[in-house]
């Protein structure tokens, strides 16, 4: 808490208030130590004191208030991005996937999607790309999941989990020749998987590949 007053957080108020909260608490009992004890060697200014205290409720009040309109909230996220003064891409990354968070757990629409490209755009990281995989899945967009997928595995081509949406994006889209490829590769990364081995067995006896995607990958 020393370090606190010659630190930056990352986001700021609008973001990473609970890690200031504790400094700022810390302070607020300091100063009505203080006050307590002033107005005590002073008992004709006693008076004081409810001013003192109305005067530390009010802003108390406010912050309660604003930070229990969720709406306002993800405007004030916005206002973060587009006004001055001009935002780190760090900064901004992280703003975007928050936003992309909240939209997927009210299960909006296009809103998540949107929100983690934006984010993937500044910091592209294996976890942003599994958040927008998951939103554009949940948007009935399954072309949109598994492209979200190939992009992550061209980055990060041992990537398990994503080879294994990948696969069960595939499957979900009848698309047999990528669901092998899949397939056969999480194949060399996790030896004797069964989903992977099932897969390929049904894909065989079904005959379920083109005759120009059938011959051994």
Do not use: C
Request: a neutral charge; zero cysteines.
């Amino acid at each position: 808490r020393a370090s606190m007053p010659f630190s930056q957080r990352a986001q700021g108020m609008v973001r990473d208030g609970d890690s200031l909260l504790g400094l700022g608490v810390s302070i607020s009992l300091l100063a009505a130590w203080v006050v307590g004890e002033v107005l005590r060697g002073a008992p004709r200014w006693a008076w004081l004191g409810l001013a003192a205290s109305l005067a530390a409720i009010a802003p108390t009040l406010q912050w309660m208030m604003v930070h229990a309109d969720s709406d306002r909230g993800i405007r004030r996220i916005h206002a973060f991005l587009v006004e001055p003064p001009p935002r780190t891409e760090l900064e901004r990354g992280l703003a975007f996937d928050f936003l992309g968070i909240r939209h997927l757990r009210n299960r909006e629409s296009d809103q998540p999607a949107a929100m983690f490209r934006e984010a993937i755009a500044l910091i592209p990281t294996p976890r942003l790309y599994h958040q927008l995989a998951l939103a554009e899945f949940q948007a009935g967009n399954e072309s949109g999941a598994m492209r979200a997928y190939e992009e992550l595995l061209a980055r990060t081509p041992n990537d398990v989990v994503a080879w294994r949406g990948y696969i069960t994006m595939a499957s979900r889209l009848q698309k047999w020749p990528e669901a092998k490829r899949g397939a056969t590769r999480l194949l060399q990364l996790v030896p004797g998987d069964s989903e992977s081995l099932e897969l390929l067995d049904a894909i065989g006896r079904q005959g379920l590949l083109p005759d120009s995607a059938r011959a051994p990958s």
